[in-house]
């Protein structure tokens, strides 16, 4: 199974500044015959489901403000909100789709200094 | 607007079974693959399985955790995906999603709690 690695758990940053989680996977999630990394992140707000923000590491979702970004490739990939605000704070997971059994990392809360 | 409503959960004793469905809308159910994802009380997430759409065999595959105890089917005339769960025990507590499998999990339904307890 490929197992993805969040770091930190958490974290807590000033408004307006920026908050930047870092996601590993134990496999390349860089498939070669399409040169697509096969990750993906979420946003998950207390009792609410996730909500996708990046597919393929780093192509934002419709409607996703753009001081979010995607970027990575193979093992490592990063989240990162530039300038945050108070509706960013929520747990973000990223997620891998290259390979069944599909797999999570474990999240990183977010919380406003 | 694409909508996705699961039903079925609550509270059921150890070994038992429960069926939740997905009903769905706003889009073309039958040619998207359903995935069912799970996440236990303060914990993080956990893929449960697909169902892959009739184009690719409807075939299905499942997480560790679930292969032997949970099925998944899927209703193509009526919108709706199914998790059948059997031999349920207490770590299968948790709220669980089904979502619109493209590789990345684009469209979520707000959940439906399942609790395992005698």
């Known amino acids: 199974d490929i197992v993805m690695t969040q770091s930190p758990d958490s974290l807590a940053v000033s408004l307006g500044e920026r908050a930047t989680i870092n996601c590993k996977s134990s496999?390349?999630?860089?498939?070669?015959?399409?040169?697509?990394?096969?990750l993906a992140w979420y946003q998950q707000k207390p009792g609410q489901p996730p909500k996708l923000l990046f597919y393929?590491?780093?192509i934002r979702e419709s409607g996703v403000p753009d001081r979010f970004s995607g970027s990575g490739s193979g093992t490592d990939f990063t989240l990162t909100i530039n300038s945050l605000q108070t509706e960013d704070v929520a747990v973000y997971y990223c997620?891998?789709?290259?390979?069944?059994?599909?797999?999570f990392g474990g999240g990183t809360k977010v919380e406003i200094k | 607007e694409v909508q996705l409503a699961e039903s079925g959960g609550g509270l059921v004793q150890p070994g038992r079974s429960l069926r939740l469905s997905c009903t769905c809308s706003?889009?073309?159910?039958?040619?998207?693959?359903m995935s069912w994802v799970r996440q236990a009380p303060g914990k993080g997430l956990e893929w449960v399985g697909f169902i892959r759409n009739k184009a690719f065999g409807g075939t299905t595959e499942y997480a560790a955790s679930a292969k032997g105890r949970f099925i998944i089917s899927r209703d193509d005339s009526k919108n709706v995906a199914y998790l059948q769960m059997n031999s349920l025990k207490s770590e299968d507590t948790a709220v669980y999603y089904c979502?619109?499998?493209?590789?990345?999990?684009?469209?979520w339904g707000q959940g439906a709690l399942v609790t395992v307890s005698s």
């Open positions: 393929w590491a780093s």
């Open positions: 979502a619109v499998w493209f590789g990345e999990f684009k469209y």
């Open positions: 997620h891998q789709y290259h390979i069944t059994p599909l797999t």
């Open positions: 706003g889009f073309t159910f039958g040619d998207y693959a």
């Open positions: 496999q390349s999630l860089l498939y070669r015959s399409d040169n697509k990394n096969y």
